[in-house]
């Protein structure tokens, strides 16, 4: 089955720069990846998806790129802010299947 | 306004006593979901339902269960708690058939298993 892999565990950047966060997925067939935001104490929440037939998909300071040969995908967050600070989550799964596999999550800390 | 509502949002109980997370959501959707989320392993699915009547084991079914009597309503039960369920619960739902996939997920229950 799938596998998702998520690298690291906690990324900690000054505010102003640039975060990155990779995922590694193994099965193909997969063509939809999210990810999802968690705020402490705080239910996760969609901020940004691409579709397998699309290389790279924007909106403001968040991006997201997708690699279908060496099966991955990563994060971009550009111009860091306080409030960028959360666990992240990526995942992966089938369009139309809805069965979403997760990554374990990435601690995100933007020191001031 | 539109939204996923679990209920109790935090838990304590015994070992072995039975007990009932509620998920409720109004946006009308088929899918519906219960996670798990533990330190360090992220969010575990549980249970899944597809549409009313209609449920499946996600990656860690055991010690749960789940049943879909209404299309907005999807409880998690679990009949003999054990001190390894204590974990932070949450519930999702999604609209089938949509290109857009958005789980939308409850606030979160937190169960804590004596």
């Known amino acids: 089955g799938e596998n998702v892999e998520q690298h690291p565990s906690t990324l900690s950047v000054q505010e102003g720069d640039s975060a990155v966060i990779k995922c590694t997925y193994s099965d193909s067939a997969s063509n939809y990846f999210p990810w999802y935001k968690q705020e402490l104490g705080k239910r996760p929440q969609l901020i940004i998806d691409i579709r397998s037939n699309v290389g790279e998909k924007k909106d403001q300071r968040i991006a997201v790129t997708l690699n279908k040969t060496a099966k991955h995908f990563s994060l971009h967050i550009t111009e860091t802010q306080p409030e960028d600070s959360a666990v992240y989550f990526c995942a992966a799964s089938i369009e139309g299947n809805y069965q979403l596999i997760w990554g374990a999550g990435t601690k995100l800390i933007i020191k001031p | 306004e539109a939204q996923v509502t679990q209920n109790p949002r935090y838990l304590i109980t015994v070992t072995g006593k039975k007990l009932t997370v509620t998920c409720s959501q109004n946006m009308n959707h088929e899918y519906m979901s219960w996670y798990r989320q533990d330190p360090g392993l992220g969010l575990r699915q549980i249970y899944y339902?597809?549409?009313?009547?209609?449920?499946d084991k996600g990656d860690v079914p055991e010690g749960y269960k789940v049943s879909r009597k209404e299309k907005r309503n999807f409880p998690l039960i679990l009949e003999s708690p054990s001190p390894n369920q204590t974990s932070l619960y949450f519930c999702a739902s999604g609209l089938l058939g949509q290109a857009q996939e958005t789980q939308y997920f409850g606030p979160g229950t937190r169960l804590l298993v004596l």
């Open positions: 339902s597809m549409n009313v009547e209609v449920t």
